[in-house]
């Protein structure tokens, strides 16, 4: 069965600053992967998502992510961050062999952004 | 309009009660689920409904029952609350497809089980 591992519970970047947060997954074929932000006691947002083709992919509100097959990743990254970037961050991978559309949720990544 | 809709947004009940929540969407998607996120912000599926089949059932309590009147519309319902059975339930769309494109979230129903 499919996995995703966020190993980042928390992270904190001043607001201006990169970021990065980590996905690895663990899927036999290729896998359909995704970004959604939750805002505090708000559902979750596709920020991006990978099907196939270029494995940079772009987002919404400037966030990007790359997919690497050899280290099974799928990073997301902004290149300066702001204050309201503060919320939980979840990596997905779809089971698509089904037809249907089933994600596999990481445990999730919550950014802090300080002054 | 919301695209996602979920009633009530939040729940208080005591533990062997019995109750509902549910959803509705307006973007004519053919596929339904209902995720569960626990304390720790785990998100897990629950169940999935294409055009009114029950397409997913990941091994939730026969407690738990999904019910699809029409596509637009997936309500769960719950007997015999369990202080377990806490937690934020979401539910979501999607259009049917092998590349099936994102989930829509609605915003979550907070139960709390006393």
């Known amino acids: 069965a499919q996995s995703v591992t966020q190993p980042d519970i928390h992270i904190t970047v001043s607001e201006g600053a990169s970021l990065e947060l980590r996905c690895n997954y663990s899927y036999g074929a290729t896998p359909y992967l995704f970004w959604y932000v939750q805002s505090p006691g708000q559902g979750l947002q596709l920020l991006l998502k990978?099907?196939?083709?270029?494995?940079l992919v772009q987002g919404i509100k400037g966030f990007e992510a790359e997919f690497k097959r050899s280290q099974s990743s799928f990073n997301l990254r902004k290149p300066s961050v702001h204050w309201s970037d503060a919320a939980e961050y979840f990596c997905?991978?779809?089971?698509?062999?089904?037809?249907?559309?089933?994600?596999?949720f990481g445990t999730g990544t919550r950014l802090l952004v300080s002054p | 309009d919301t695209a996602v809709s979920q009633t009530p947004k939040y729940l208080v009940t005591q533990m062997g009660n019995d109750k509902s929540i549910k959803c509705e969407q307006n973007?004519?998607?053919?596929?339904m689920y209902w995720y569960k996120q626990d304390s720790k912000k785990f998100l897990k599926i629950m169940f999935s409904?294409?055009?009114?089949?029950?397409?997913i059932n990941e091994t939730v309590p026969n407690r738990f029952s999904p019910k699809s009147p029409d596509k637009a519309h997936l309500n769960l319902h719950i007997n015999s609350l369990e202080l377990g059975d806490s937690a934020v339930y979401f539910c979501?769309?999607?259009?049917?497809?092998?590349?099936?494109?994102?989930?829509?979230f609605g915003e979550g129903s907070r139960l709390t089980v006393l």
């Open positions: 979501a769309s999607s259009p049917r497809g092998r590349v099936a494109g994102e989930l829509f």
């Open positions: 409904y294409n055009n009114k089949e029950l397409i």
């Open positions: 973007l004519g998607h053919d596929t």
């Open positions: 990978y099907f196939s083709g270029d494995t």
């Open positions: 997905a991978v779809g089971e698509a062999d089904t037809g249907f559309q089933k994600l596999v």
